[in-house]
């Protein structure tokens, strides 16, 4: 099974963040914000630079969530708190926010064969849509004030060589699908909830996972 497992809280990114900004940062103007003109197919560095290394050589303390079924304790980040377990266990997932006071979420985990999301499209919908759902509701129960999620460019679907972030969504697999209806839901639980979410859309240009 395809499958990047990790998911990544950290407790002070937030402040940092917004020291950086000089002033509280409007997350919606951010998520809205269009990005020049760029070539659909995009590496994905952003998942496979040290899954939240960078944070911590920035001094905030990082918690790694990963159910480890396709993963390595090898891969971990030196110096970041590993818990076993599922970005959709909402028990757990609470019990981590309240008892470490974490404030953002990275959620990278997500199933990711195209061929495979053929074959069993249940399988991606209940951890690429269900889970990340359940995990939204978790963080914003939590009082979590921003999350990242990791979604993908296959929501343009074929695209026309380039594409820009408000191109239209026209997922051609369950794969691509299951990523935008998560985003979808995402957007609405943001406005439901006032947590601030950022949705980065890329491809994996170079082949490994």
Known sequence: ????????????????????????????RWRNRRPPAAPCKQDARQQRQGGGQQFLDAGRAVIV????????????????????????????????????????????????????SVSDPALYYRNNLAETVALAEAAASGGIKAMIFSSTAAVYGEGAGTCHEDDPIAAINPYGRSKAMAEMALKDIAAATGIGVGILRYFNAAGAD
Do not use: Y
């Open 65 to 116: 969530l990963d159910d480890m079924s396709t993963g390595s304790p090898l891969l971990l980040p030196e110096g970041a708190l590993f818990v076993k377990g599922k970005a959709g266990d909402r028990t757990l997932v609470e019990r981590l926010v309240q008892s470490h006071g974490i404030e953002a979420v990275v959620h990278l985990a997500a199933s990711i064969s195209v061929e495979e």
């Open 1 to 28: 099974m395809a499958r990047r497992n990790i998911t990544i809280l950290w407790p002070i990114l937030w402040h940092a963040t917004a020291a950086s900004l000089r002033t509280r940062p409007n997350w919606r």
